[in-house]
């Protein structure tokens, strides 16, 4: 029997309690958890581990998703990373970068089990989607 391989998330927020509670969350999904506080450290584990989905505060005041997302569009190995975008509930999803492959928003406050739900949606999206 083929072992089942973990499927690597990358939690991306400059909130350090943001990032151990999804985190938190997520691993008890038994995923493989990597993060990153800013868009540059982001894009280096992007590179080094090629994670199979991003969550990512939409803004922050060190972190840039839109150079995030710009920069993973560049490269074609790395274009179809899909991401799931955290924003606060005074935002506006509208205002999100635009990006390849399907695209959700979790509104904090956010309930561990919609958390769950959007990530196996997307890690789900993932696998019926063709590779580019």
């Given at each position: 029997?083929?072992?089942k ?13 943001s990032i ?7 691993l ?8 990153a506080?800013?868009?540059q ?44 975008f955290?924003?606060e509930?005074?935002q506006?999803?509208?205002q999100?970068?635009?990006?390849l ?7 904090k ?6 958390l ?16 580019k």
């Amino acid at each position: 029997m083929e072992a089942k391989k973990q499927k690597k998330i990358l939690v991306v927020d400059e909130d350090v309690l943001s990032i151990a509670d999804i985190s938190q969350t997520l691993l008890r999904g038994d995923y493989v958890i990597s993060h990153a506080t800013d868009h540059q450290t982001a894009l280096k584990v992007v590179r080094d581990e090629k994670p199979d989905l991003i969550i990512c505060s939409l803004y922050g005041r060190s972190l840039d998703s839109h150079r995030l997302v710009s920069s993973l569009q560049k490269t074609d190995a790395l274009r179809t990373i899909p991401f799931l975008f955290i924003i606060e509930s005074h935002q506006d999803p509208a205002q999100a970068p635009e990006i390849l492959g399907p695209r959700q928003y979790l509104k904090k406050p956010f309930t561990r089990e919609q958390l769950a739900s959007a990530v196996q949606e997307h890690l789900d999206r993932k696998k019926h989607r063709p590779n580019k």
